[in-house]
């Protein structure tokens, strides 16, 4: 049962106006800024640091980056569960818990044990932020789906304006004390954002895209999507298809370079002779490219076709990190930042709508859930595999070459990638 979208106090007609989906995508991009800022892209600042003051290899520091991912996506399945019961606001609200908790502990740590709890506690809360919101949007829009959920997305992108922000603090304040900032942000802006978000439109006097206002009513009845030919599918029927186990293999392959390059960046520019400060800038640029990409890839899928944008952006993403593999100059950081920025950025967004074109939006949150959840048991030794080879040949080289391979081979399985037949009962 869907309480959020059944509870009676909500079933009221929304005010005219602006479509209220847009209002979701709105606090959606802002959550992921604050989530992403500090426990995702800004991992690589706060990696630098503790590294200065702890012995630590770097193989063992970057696990546990490994590790939150791991949990972050590997648990999606039970969050898109929760979400498909209970809504959106009760697990996102949860997950922001979470990862303010997270952040307290870090602030505390005086063991690598105590940073993996950390992150532990970090990751557990982060796969509430990759399923919930993304699952409302998938109900609220159809039509501009794949562009709304690239601007939510965005917000992942634009959480590298946060990477000089954390590096002043960390200089000027030192990171213990960011990170006790950083939870407090979580609970002071994330809470209130949380109680914005609706997971479908109806029981508000929305319809989807809002051309329309319905009649309240329950929202737990059959819905109709034309997308999966009739129905949607169940999360058991996905499950029986080969498109699915196409876009959770390409889903996978498609961010193991990214993985690898984010805990270690700074480190990596700065031993090929690039000054410390315009790395810090080059995970800036990074996910302000990603942002472009999430949008431009959004409005590209929508009008070309979700899976011709994702083939062509596994080529340039390939390419993009074998330049970053070869950087000695600037400029060839910023031809990185613009190829492998902005297409990561747009399987951020073209796989989300890939799944409710083909599977229809019913199952949104436990499909994208199962289609998350293998990805991090590959990405788990990225990180740590990455330092290793630096710790032990001298040089990240290898391993980015061999991830930009890995890229390339993706490629073969997006020209597969068809709609499933539709559902014979």
Same mark, same amino acid.
């Given at each position: ?48 640091? +503790? ?118 603090? +960390? ?75 196409? +876009? ?56 070309? /076709? ?75 030794? +990225?990180?740590?595999?990455? /330092? ?38």
């Amino acid at each position: 049962m869907d309480y959020e979208a059944t509870s009676p106090s909500h079933a009221r007609r929304a005010p005219p106006g602006i479509f209220f989906g847009w209002y979701i995508v709105a606090a959606t991009i802002v959550l992921y800024i604050l989530a992403a800022g500090v426990i995702y892209y800004g991992f690589a600042v706060f990696f630098n640091a +503790i590294l200065g003051e702890y012995p630590w290899s770097k193989a063992a520091t970057a696990a546990a980056f490994g590790m939150m991912q791991l949990e972050g996506y590997s648990l999606s399945p039970f969050w898109g569960l929760l979400v498909s019961r209970f809504g959106t606001r009760g697990p996102m609200l949860v997950g922001t818990v979470l990862l303010a908790m997270g952040c307290f502990v870090l602030s505390k740590l005086d063991s690598l044990l105590v940073f993996f709890l950390g992150f532990f506690i970090a990751g557990l809360g982060f796969g509430a932020y990759l399923t919930a919101p993304l699952a409302a949007i998938g109900n609220w829009f159809r039509a501009r789906r794949t562009l709304a959920i690239g601007l939510a997305l965005s917000g992942f992108g634009l959480s590298g304006f946060l990477a000089p922000v954390l590096d002043w603090g +960390i200089q000027g304040y030192g990171w213990r004390a960011v990170y006790v900032a950083a939870g407090a942000a979580a609970i002071v802006l994330g809470i209130p954002l949380c109680l914005l978000l609706r997971y479908r439109p109806e029981p508000y006097g929305h319809a989807v895209d809002g051309k329309s206002t319905p009649v309240d009513g329950d929202a737990r009845g059959p819905r109709t999507d034309a997308e999966s030919a009739g129905r949607p599918l169940t999360a058991r029927e996905a499950l029986r298809t080969r498109a699915f186990w196409l +876009i959770t293999v390409l889903f996978a392959f498609s961010f193991l370079a990214m993985t690898g390059i984010y805990p270690h960046m700074v480190t990596y520019l700065t031993g090929t002779g690039i000054e410390p400060g315009l790395a810090v800038l080059g995970i800036t640029g990074l996910t302000v490219a990603s942002a472009v990409g999430m949008i431009g890839g959004g409005a590209l899928g929508d009008q070309r /076709g979700n899976r011709h944008v994702l083939i062509g952006a596994l080529l340039v993403h390939a390419v993009g990190i074998l330049i970053f593999a070869t950087v000695s100059q600037p400029w060839q950081l910023l031809v990185f930042v613009v190829m492998a920025g902005s297409t990561a950025g747009a399987f951020n967004s073209i796989v989300p709508a890939l799944i409710a074109e083909y599977f229809g939006t019913r199952s949104f949150a436990q499909i994208l859930g199962l289609v998350y959840a293998p990805a991090p048991f590959i990405w788990f030794g +990225i990180p740590s595999s990455a /330092g290793w080879v630096a710790d032990h040949f001298g040089t990240y080289r290898p391993a980015w070459l061999a991830l930009a391979a890995l890229i390339l081979a993706a490629v073969p399985l997006a020209l597969m990638l068809r709609p499933p037949a539709p559902p014979t009962s």
